[in-house]
């Protein structure tokens, strides 16, 4: 059987701690870059991390707020958000620079991912504050979503699918305030990779297999069983004939 090879990526750079031992069981990596967390300082930190261990980087732009972490949808002027966006993004290509590296893609972090990918205002502000930067690079987006179709005409786009969270029958995310929103068991973390990988399937928080086409797979860095989980995904993978697309 020929194996096959997929991009784990994880989220980075976010003061968990742990960032070097997650970075072997990954491919790629999305660091934070001021909005929710870290400074240039951190992004130098994680960066060096990653080109040890040769690593994709992608820039992980969010909503200004670090209170919040992100996590929290934000009333904020438009002309406001899309300058922070942009100086996200430039901060970190600043730093790639002076590391030797290219930034390979970029990914929205936390409730910019998610309200991007349904409202349709919010979709193109964030387009075209990444269009200002005059920067190549993928677009990590969900699948199907409002965002994936609207980025199709700016950008080369990354369909992305998450191990570690669980999914409506719409393929949006079930919300984080759900009791069954998180999926910390490694066992049942490899099982919706390995179905998505092999079925191109997800199932459904209600029970459904729903079709998914996956370019990217993402685990939260700060989740209590991210590590567990990855390295218990890796064996399987090994086991399954399945390799990091390094």
């Given at each position: 059987?020929?194996?096959?090879?997929?991009?784990?990526?994880?989220?980075?750079?976010?003061?968990?701690?742990?960032?070097?031992?997650?970075?072997?069981?990954?491919?790629?990596?999305?660091i934070?870059?001021?909005?929710?967390?870290?400074?240039?300082?951190?992004?130098?930190?994680?960066?060096?991390?990653?080109?040890?261990?040769?690593?994709?980087?992608?820039?992980?732009?969010?909503?200004?707020?670090?209170?919040?972490?992100?996590?929290?949808?934000?009333?904020?002027?438009?002309?406001?958000?899309?300058?922070?966006?942009?100086?996200?993004?430039?901060?970190?290509?600043?730093?790639?620079?002076?590391?030797?590296?290219?930034?390979?893609?970029?990914?929205?972090?936390?409730?910019?991912?998610?309200?991007?990918?349904?409202?349709?205002?919010?979709?193109?502000?964030?387009?075209?504050?990444?269009?200002?930067?005059?920067?190549?690079?993928?677009?990590?987006?969900?699948?199907?979503?409002?965002?994936?179709?609207?980025?199709?005409s700016?950008?080369?786009?990354?369909?992305?699918?998450?191990?570690?969270?669980?999914y409506?029958r719409?393929?949006?995310?079930?919300?984080?305030?759900?009791p069954?929103?998180?999926?910390?068991?490694?066992?049942?973390?490899?099982?919706?990779?390995?179905?998505?990988?092999?079925?191109?399937?997800?199932m459904?928080?209600?029970?459904?297999?729903?079709?998914?086409?996956?370019?990217t797979?993402?685990?939260?860095?700060?989740?209590?069983?991210?590590?567990?989980?990855?390295?218990?995904?890796?064996?399987?993978?090994?086991e399954?004939?399945?390799?990091?697309?390094?």
């Amino acid at each position: 059987m020929n194996s096959v090879r997929i991009d784990i990526n994880s989220d980075l750079g976010e003061g968990i701690g742990y960032d070097a031992q997650l970075m072997p069981l990954l491919s790629s990596c999305n660091i934070a870059c001021g909005g929710h967390y870290g400074n240039k300082t951190t992004i130098s930190e994680t960066l060096k991390l990653a080109k040890e261990f040769g690593l994709n980087v992608g820039a992980h732009p969010s909503y200004p707020d670090q209170l919040n972490f992100g996590r929290k949808s934000m009333t904020i002027d438009q002309n406001d958000l899309s300058e922070s966006i942009y100086r996200q993004v430039m901060v970190f290509q600043e730093v790639c620079l002076l590391q030797g590296l290219a930034m390979s893609h970029v990914k929205l972090h936390g409730a910019l991912y998610n309200d991007a990918a349904q409202c349709d205002e919010l979709a193109s502000l964030v387009l075209n504050a990444l269009q200002k930067t005059k920067l190549e690079f993928s677009l990590f987006v969900p699948y199907g979503s409002l965002l994936a179709e609207k980025a199709k005409s700016y950008f080369q786009i990354a369909n992305e699918a998450f191990i570690d969270r669980t999914y409506q029958r719409d393929l949006s995310l079930v919300n984080r305030n759900h009791p069954e929103a998180l999926i910390n068991d490694p066992v049942k973390s490899w099982t919706q990779l390995y179905t998505m990988v092999h079925d191109q399937k997800v199932m459904t928080i209600s029970g459904e297999m729903v079709p998914i086409q996956v370019d990217t797979f993402c685990i939260h860095g700060d989740s209590i069983s991210a590590l567990e989980s990855l390295t218990y995904i890796n064996r399987r993978m090994a086991e399954n004939q399945i390799e990091l697309k390094l």
